[in-house]
C-alpha cells in the first residue's frame, strides 16, 4: 500500500532536527488527508493529533504490546521455516512475490486471526491500491473494509476485525469511517514495509556472503543486525506533516507540508559512523525507521519481532545463496546508493 506523499515544498532533515519536530505537533501537525487520490478517510491514528491521537493509540496498544507479539512467535517461526525452503527448491525465484510478500501475509493472518484472508491479501500484490490495474485506486481495499466491517459487526467471527469494530472511544462506539481508518493502517503498516526489511536481508546477505557467515557464527549480533537493517533500509523513508491542521481549515494554502526525512536522520553522519555502510556492531543505533515522538509507529514491536525469527531461520537454515538478477529503484542524492523500491529480486543457492 504504498503511500503518495502531496507535494511538500520543505523538508525537515537531519537527526536532532527531525526528532525535535517530530515532537512539536502544534507546529507540524499530522491533521491531513493522505492518498487522496485514492481514499477520503483518515488513517487512524495516523492521521490525528493529539489530545485524539492518544485515546485511539491506547485503544489499539494492547494488540500490539511486545508480549502480545512474542505470543505468536512459535507460528512466525513455522511460517519462516516452510516459506524459507519452498523458496529455495528449484530454480531462481522473485523475492518479493515468492517469499517476503506471502510471509508477511502470513504472520498478519497469525497476528490478527485471520488465516482465511491470507490468500486474498496476497493477490493484492505488492501494492494494494494498483490491485486491479496500473492506475491508483482504492476499490479493492474498500471492498475488502465494507465486507469485514460488516462481518465484525454480526459477531460471527473472532477476530481483530470484531474487536476494533465494538472499540469505545470516549464512551461511543467508533463509526464505520473510524473502522475503515484504523484497519487500513493496520493493514498497510504491516504489509510494505515489513515486505521491504525481509527483501533487503535477502538481498544484502546474497550480495555480501561474509556478512552472513559473521551472524552465522556470532548468533549475539542478531537484535543489532536488526535494527542495522532498519535503519540502513529506512522502509518508510519520508512523511508528511502540514502546519495548518485540516479538519474545519478554511483555507488550506498548497504550501503547508512539510516533509519529514527519517532517511537523513538515519545517515546523519554527526550520529553514525560510516552512515552508508552496513554494520552490525554499532555501538549504538538510535535510528528513527519507526518515527519519533507522539506518532512512533505502534507496530514497532511486531516488525523486530517477525524480522528477527525470519533472520534466525534463515541462518538456521545453513543455505547461502547468490542475487542472480535485481531490479532496484535508488534514492536521490545524496542517498543514491541506498535501495528506495525492490522491484524485483532473484535469488537462488550457492
Known amino acids: 500500500m504504498s503511500v503518495v ?21 502544534s507546529k507540524y501537525s499530522s491533521d491531513l488527508q493522505g492518498d487522496a487520490d485514492v481514499r477520503k478517510y483518515r488513517q487512524i491514528p495516523l492521521e490525528i493529533d493529539p489530545p485524539r491521537h492518544h485515546l485511539y493509540r491506547a485503544a489499539l496498544a494492547p494488540f500490539f504490546v ?50 482465511q484472508d491470507v490468500d486474498e491479501w496476497i493477490s493484492w500484490g505488492p501494492d494494494v491500491w494498483t490491485a486491479e490495474s496500473k492506475v491508483r485506486d482504492g476499490a479493492v481495499l474498500h471492498r475488502y473494509l465494507d465486507r469485514i466491517y460488516e462481518e465484525a459487526l454480526s459477531r460471527k467471527s ?18 464505520a469511517e473510524e473502522f475503515r481508518g484504523i484497519a487500513g493502517v493496520l493493514l498497510a503498516g504491516g504489509r510494505d514495509t515489513v515486505v521491504k526489511l525481509f527483501t533487503g536481508i535477502i538481498w544484502h546477505l546474497g550480495n555480501h556472503p561474509a556478512d552472513l557467515e559473521l551472524l552465522r557464527n556470532n548468533r549475539h549480533l542478531t537484535t543489532a543486525a536488526i535494527q542495522e537493517f532498519l535503519r540502513y533500509l529506512s522502509p518508510l523513508p519520508v512523511m508528511n506533516r502540514t502546519t495548518v491542521p485540516e479538519t474545519a481549515a478554511r483555507e488550506l494554502p498548497p504550501d503547508r507540508y512539510v516533509g519529514m526525512s527519517f532517511i537523513s536522520a538515519n545517515f546523519d553522519e554527526s550520529v553514525f559512523e560510516e552512515p552508508f555502510k552496513i554494520k552490525f556492531d554499532r555501538p549504538r543505533n538510535p535510528h528513527l525507521a519507526f518515527g519519533f515522538g507522539p506518532h512512533t509507529c505502534l507496530g514497532n514491536h511486531v ?48
Open 5 to 25: 506523499n502531496s507535494k511538500a515544498l520543505r523538508l525537515i532533515t537531519g537527526h536532532a532536527e527531525l526528532r525535535q519536530a517530530l515532537r512539536d505537533t
Open 66 to 115: 511486545k508480549p502480545a507479539i512474542e505470543h505468536h512467535i512459535p507460528a512466525f517461526q513455522n511460517n519462516a521455516k516452510e516459506l524459507i525452503e519452498k523458496y529455495f527448491k528449484g530454480d531462481s525465484k522473485e523475492v518479493v512475490s515468492q517469499l517476503a510478500l506471502p510471509l508477511v501475509m502470513e504472520n498478519l493472518g497469525v497476528i490478527y486471526n485471520r488465516s
Open 158 to 175: 473472532s477476530d481483530i476485525w470484531q474487536e476494533i469494530a465494538y472499540l469505545e472511544i470516549e464512551g461511543s462506539r467508533i463509526t
Open 303 to 350: 516488525a523486530e519481532i517477525e524480522a528477527k525469527v525470519f533472520l534466525e531461520t534463515l541462518l538456521d537454515s545453513n543455505l547461502t545463496w547468490n542475487i542472480t538478477k535485481e531490479e532496484i529503484s535508488y534514492h536521490g542524492s545524496p542517498h543514491q546508493l541506498i535501495p528506495e523500491l525492490f522491484k524485483a529480486i532473484y535469488a537462488k543457492i550457492s
